[in-house]
């Protein structure tokens, strides 16, 4: 602790201003920079799901629009009268030429016609052939019942090429377990009607998946543009049969289409096992990709495949990457900037400190003559002054320590003359000490001679004439004669020396009383007097004449504060609470300062000029409310005035008559 301790000593208050503002600076960068890069990353990640999410609907619709782009022309061929004519008619050559056309408007890869027991009694794709169940489909059979339906539906081996035999071999892909020889379809159908709305036959077209870019591409054109990330597609779109991929844009790298890759077990168990929808990060064949994959159902609601729409992850993180790259960047420069600031700013500051020690080690070695420059404003300004200021005493000090060193020997002389004059004056205090034992038990005698001196005194100047040049030399006496009596009764009163004569007495009485008494005298010729007395005001036991004094000593202090012009506010209070009675007495004078509010109530203390006044009268009314069981106390604001409260105890016997 001690080796730590001198450790830190050795180090300059400037390299510890300096050190512990960089660990706070720093620890605050890098929780900030933290902070911000996960909220960056947090943001920019949060847009890529949404972008996927956005992406992902897109498809969706793709997807239905290619189902409806079926739909439609079966619908139409299916409910117009050219299908029912041939059949009435059995002109099977017009019938074929007729959805030929449709065939190769539409886009379709087959396209077959069954009777009303699901016979397929054409097939455009196959001319001449026919037989076989058509409504072992689920769409047909749903069209048989009078219903137009379009699905997702697998079809074997064997029903691909009863359809078309090439497409089988277009419908098969190989597998890292095998191949894949069924074939993902779009399928539509339609019901034939004839008079009655009895069902003739179906009308049946599909497009085969498995290997199909068309439906991807075309999503993917929508989406991303081409766009493209390094050497990745920016973006996915894939079609999948159970978990395999038959229809994709995504490429391998030898630069061939993924079709035959197998998705995660994660997501084949979520979407054809459990049928949920899958959001998250999935590996897609070379790369990371932001993915969402959706169940693809059947006409029964079975999920055989799945749809997934997904973007490049690497193109967000490198976007989240530059971007808290430059942040950190930014926060670098700006730390390193705020760093050379604080070091300019800290070194100035500093500055006069440093000169402070650099003096006080000359001061050490004996040298005197410095002086410590500062620029700096404030504190470290002032503590500049003041160690100047130091540096002058202490070199003043040191000429009057040579001074009184080079005068010693005639100090010491007068020193010793000091000294036996000092005994003289001890035992002279000595003798005038027991006098004054003697003259404190007759002070009370003193009040006496006082009035005496001050009748003779006062008749003499009254037989002289106003030229006389004594009369003003008597009156003078009069004066004093008149203060040291004031003294003299005051210092009774305050020993308490008179006795009080207790009484059940009205406080709003002697209030009236107290100011009829003083209305009269010049002083409060410009005073305001505000009264707010309680009527209701019970009686409390007092001596009526010493509260009397009590309450005429605050009025002629709040007229004496306030110059003899101003606002004097009296306010009584019963306070139920506290079964007590409450006066407050409020002037708007200069106000007492703090520094002497706490001795207001002490003897012989006053704020007036030497001669105004004697200190005793506030101390005289502090003896007399608390003898009486009261409590007086002083509240006061500098400028705007000064309140003086006085709380006695309501008289025990409520119901007796009131004197004042």
């Known amino acids: 602790m001690m080796q730590f301790s001198s450790r830190t000593r050795r180090l300059s208050l400037k390299a510890r201003l300096i050190w512990s503002y960089l660990v706070v600076l720093g620890a605050g960068g890098l929780v900030t920079s933290f902070v911000g890069s996960w909220i960056v990353s947090t943001t920019i990640m949060m847009q890529a799901r949404r972008a996927v999410d956005h992406d992902f609907a897109t498809a969706k619709t793709v997807y239905e629009q290619q189902l409806q782009a079926l739909r439609l022309p079966?619908?139409?061929?299916?409910?117009?009268?050219?299908?029912?004519?041939?059949?009435?008619?059995?002109?099977?050559?017009?019938?074929?030429?007729?959805?030929?056309?449709?065939?190769?408007?539409?886009g379709f890869d087959f396209l077959s016609l069954t009777d009303a027991s699901g016979r397929v009694v054409l097939r455009v794709s196959r001319p001449g052939s026919s037989g076989g169940d058509g409504s072992a489909?689920?769409?047909?059979?749903?069209?048989?019942?009078?219903?137009?339906?379009?699905?997702?539906?697998?079809?074997?081996?064997?029903?691909?090429?009863?359809?078309?035999?090439?497409?089988?071999?277009?419908?098969?892909?190989?597998?890292?377990?095998?191949?894949?020889?069924?074939?993902?379809?779009?399928?539509?159908?339609?019901?034939?009607?004839?008079?009655?709305?009895?069902?003739?036959?179906?009308?049946?077209?599909?497009?085969?998946?498995?290997?199909?870019?068309?439906?991807?591409?075309?999503?993917?054109?929508?989406?991303?543009?081409?766009?493209?990330?390094?050497?990745?597609?920016?973006?996915?779109?894939?079609?999948?049969?159970?978990?395999?991929?038959?229809?994709?844009?995504?490429?391998?790298?030898?630069?061939?289409?993924?079709?035959?890759?197998?998705?995660?077990?994660?997501?084949?168990?979520?979407?054809?096992?459990?049928?949920e929808?899958?959001?998250?990060?999935?590996?897609?064949?070379?790369?990371?990709?932001?993915?969402?994959?959706?169940?693809?159902?059947?006409?029964?609601?079975?999920?055989?495949?799945?749809?997934?729409?997904?973007?490049?992850?690497?193109t967000y993180t490198t976007i989240r990457n530059s971007v808290i790259l430059s942040f950190f960047l930014l926060a670098t420069i700006g730390f390193l900037l705020i760093i050379g600031i604080t070091y300019y700013m800290i070194r100035n500051i500093t500055r006069p400190l440093g000169?402070?020690?650099?003096?006080?080690?000359?001061?050490?070695a004996g040298r005197f003559d410095q002086e410590v420059q500062s620029n700096s404003p404030g504190e470290i300004a002032l503590l500049a002054d003041s160690f100047n200021a130091m540096l002058k005493s202490l070199r003043q000090m040191k000429g009057d320590l040579e001074e009184w060193g080079r005068t010693l020997e005639e100090k010491v002389k007068q020193r010793t003359e000091?000294?036996?004059?000092?005994?003289?004056?001890?035992?002279?205090?000595?003798?005038?000490?027991?006098?004054?034992?003697?003259?404190?038990?007759?002070?009370?005698?003193?009040?006496?001679?006082?009035?005496?001196?001050?009748?003779?005194?006062?008749?003499?100047?009254e037989d002289m004439k106003k030229e006389d040049p004594n009369r003003e030399t008597l009156e003078e006496v009069i004066r004093q004669t008149e203060r040291c009596r004031d003294i003299v009764k005051g210092l009774l009163e305050f020993s308490r020396q008179?006795?009080?004569?207790?009484?059940?007495?009205?406080?709003?009485?002697?209030?009236?009383?107290?100011?009829?008494?003083?209305?009269?005298?010049?002083?409060?010729?410009?005073?305001?007097?505000?009264?707010?007395?309680?009527?209701?005001?019970?009686?409390?036991?007092?001596?009526?004449?010493?509260?009397?004094?009590?309450?005429?000593?605050?009025?002629?202090?709040?007229?004496?504060?306030?110059?003899?012009?101003?606002?004097?506010?009296?306010?009584?209070?019963?306070?139920?609470?506290?079964?007590?009675?409450?006066?407050?007495?409020?002037?708007?004078?200069?106000?007492i300062p703090p520094e002497q509010i706490d001795r207001i109530f002490d003897p012989f203390f006053t704020t007036k000029e030497s001669g105004q006044g004697t200190g005793l009268g506030l101390s005289i009314a502090y003896g007399i409310v608390t003898t009486h069981r009261g409590a007086i106390w002083v509240g006061s604001e500098v400028g705007k005035g000064t309140t003086f409260t006085i709380r006695m105890p309501v008289a025990?016997?409520?119901?007796?008559?009131?004197?004042?």
């Open 418 to 461: 000091e000294l036996g004059a000092m005994q003289a004056r001890v035992a002279q205090s000595e003798r005038l000490a027991s006098l004054g034992m003697l003259a404190a038990g007759v002070a009370h005698e003193i009040n006496n001679p006082l009035g005496g001196i001050l009748a003779l005194t006062a008749l003499t100047v």
């Open 498 to 591: 008179s006795k009080a004569n207790t009484e059940r007495i009205d406080l709003n009485r002697i209030l009236e009383d107290t100011l009829s008494l003083l209305a009269k005298q010049a002083l409060f010729f410009n005073i305001d007097i505000v009264r707010d007395l309680d009527a209701d005001l019970p009686a409390v036991m007092a001596d009526k004449s010493q509260f009397q004094q009590v309450f005429m000593n605050i009025f002629v202090n709040a007229v004496q504060a306030m110059d003899e012009r101003g606002t004097i506010t009296i306010r009584s209070r019963h306070n139920r609470a506290g079964k007590c009675v409450e006066v407050s007495i409020s002037d708007t004078g200069h106000g």
């Open 74 to 106: 079966v619908q139409v061929a299916a409910s117009g009268t050219t299908i029912q004519g041939y059949l009435q008619t059995g002109d099977q050559a017009a019938l074929y030429a007729y959805l030929r056309g449709i065939h190769r408007d539409a």
């Open 137 to 275: 489909i689920a769409v047909v059979k749903a069209a048989l019942a009078g219903k137009v339906a379009a699905a997702t539906e697998v079809l074997s081996a064997a029903q691909l090429a009863d359809e078309d035999p090439s497409l089988p071999a277009r419908a098969r892909i190989q597998t890292g377990n095998g191949e894949v020889s069924e074939g993902m379809t779009l399928i539509a159908a339609a019901p034939v009607e004839g008079p009655g709305a009895n069902v003739l036959g179906v009308l049946y077209g599909g497009l085969l998946l498995n290997g199909n870019s068309a439906i991807v591409d075309r999503v993917w054109t929508i989406l991303f543009r081409g766009d493209r990330f390094k050497v990745a597609d920016t973006g996915s779109v894939t079609i999948f049969r159970n978990g395999y991929r038959i229809a994709t844009n995504v490429q391998t790298v030898a630069g061939e289409r993924a079709v035959g890759t197998e998705a995660s077990a994660e997501v084949r168990d979520a979407v054809l096992q459990r049928g």
């Open 652 to 660: 025990v016997e409520v119901g007796a008559d009131v004197e004042a």
């Open 355 to 364: 000169e402070m020690v650099f003096a006080t080690r000359n001061i050490t």
């Open 277 to 314: 929808l899958w959001r998250g990060r999935a590996f897609v064949v070379k790369g990371w990709y932001i993915s969402e994959y959706d169940p693809v159902r059947n006409y029964a609601g079975d999920a055989i495949g799945m749809l997934s729409v997904g973007i490049l992850e690497s």
